[in-house]
């Protein structure tokens, strides 16, 4: 079965620091991996997407994330943040590359920013 | 090329009556897909449509819950007898044929039942 694990439900960081949010999966065949963002009221946005070509992947926004197997994670990193990054982000697994296969959402971490 | 559309955003029901949430995938686009957000939760898969077929129904509640994706019209998501567990956001994805890892959201449906 896959899931996937986010680490932190809440994390705040100062406007210009580095932002690392962490996802870890579980997964039995090699996953395909996402993370979306949602701003209040809003639906998802997808910031990146691995799929098994390049490890490091970098997205929009300034928001990269590097899969590593050894550690079965995905964390999401931005060098320094803006105040305009404060959002929920959702770290996102699915087996495959067929439309088949579901998405499986982690619980969201919600990402402050202070000034 | 507008995005993916649902309506309404906003939908109050009381106990018992009926809900229905449309979904206008982008176009071009042939598979949708439904999925819940509950209060401080992550989306939960519910449904996977493909025009005129249900796809993967392994997340829909057993009882209650319905969704269909004719051939020409949105897709529908019906809750019917609502409860106020059922009070979430709604949300509907869309993706073409073509690339399918990609999954566009709508902005979702609000539903709040009373």
């Known amino acids: 079965a896959q899931s996937v694990t986010q680490l932190g439900s809440h994390v705040s960081v100062s406007e210009g620091a580095l932002v690392l949010l962490r996802c870890n999966y579980s997964s039995s065949v090699p996953p395909y991996l996402f993370w979306y963002v949602q701003y209040p009221n809003q639906g998802l946005q997808l910031l990146l997407k691995y799929t098994s070509a390049a490890t490091l992947v970098k997205g929009i926004n300034g928001f990269e994330a590097e899969f590593k197997k050894s550690e079965t994670s995905f964390h999401l990193t931005k060098p320094s943040a803006h105040m305009s990054d404060a959002a929920e982000y959702f770290c996102a697994v699915r087996r495959g590359y067929s439309s088949a296969s579901k998405i499986i959402f982690g619980s969201g971490t919600r990402l402050s920013i202070r000034p | 090329n507008a995005g993916v559309m649902q309506n309404p955003r906003h939908l109050v029901r009381r106990r018992g009556q009926e809900a229905r949430l449309r979904c206008s995938p982008m176009?071009?686009?042939?598979?949708v897909y439904w999925y819940r957000q509950l209060p401080e939760e992550g989306l939960k898969f519910m449904v996977y449509?493909?025009?005129?077929?249900?796809?993967?129904e392994s997340g829909m509640p057993k009882e209650r819950f319905s969704a269909e994706f004719p051939k020409e019209g949105p897709s529908i998501l019906r809750i019917q007898q609502v409860v106020r567990g059922d009070s979430a956001a709604y949300f509907c994805a869309s993706s073409p044929p073509e690339t399918q890892e990609t999954q566009y959201f709508g902005p979702g449906t609000r539903l709040l039942v009373l």
């Open positions: 176009k071009g686009h042939s598979h």
């Open positions: 449509l493909q025009k005129e077929n249900i796809i993967d």
